[in-house]
C-alpha cells in the first residue's frame, strides 16, 4: 500500500495511481476522478500544515491528523481501484 509522509510524495502517488486507473471503464474512472480531487485537497491542507512545522521545527499535531487523514483516504482509493478493476 502506498502511503504519505509528506506532501512531496503525493506527485509519485499520483502517477501511480493514474497509471493504474488508466485501463478501467469510463463510468469508473469518472467517480475515482472525484475521489482523487478529495485526496488533492487533503494534500494541500497536508502541506499548509507542514509549513507550520517547519516553522515551528517540530510536527505538529494538525500536521499528524492530516497525515493519517490523507493516508486513510489513500488506502481507501486503493481498495475502490482494486475493486473497480475485478469488475
Same mark, same amino acid.
Given at each position: $500500500? ?11 502517488? +499520483? ?26 485537497? =487533503? ?9 507550520? =512545522? ?13 497525515? +493519517?487523514? =490523507?493516508?486513510? $483516504? ?7 481501484? $482494486? $475493486?473497480?478493476?475485478?469488475?
Amino acid at each position: $500500500m502506498l502511503q504519505i509522509e509528506t506532501s512531496e510524495d503525493w506527485q509519485k502517488i +499520483d502517477q501511480e495511481l493514474q497509471n493504474s486507473t488508466k485501463n478501467l471503464p469510463f463510468y469508473i474512472r469518472k467517480d475515482l476522478d472525484k475521489i482523487n480531487k478529495n485526496i488533492c485537497a =487533503c494534500v494541500s491542507e497536508l502541506s499548509k500544515a507542514e509549513i507550520d =512545522c517547519r516553522r515551528k521545527h517540530k510536527p505538529t499535531q494538525t500536521f499528524l491528523e492530516t497525515r +493519517d487523514k =490523507c493516508n486513510e $483516504m489513500l488506502r481507501d482509493y486503493q481498495k475502490m481501484i $482494486m $475493486m473497480g478493476t475485478l469488475l
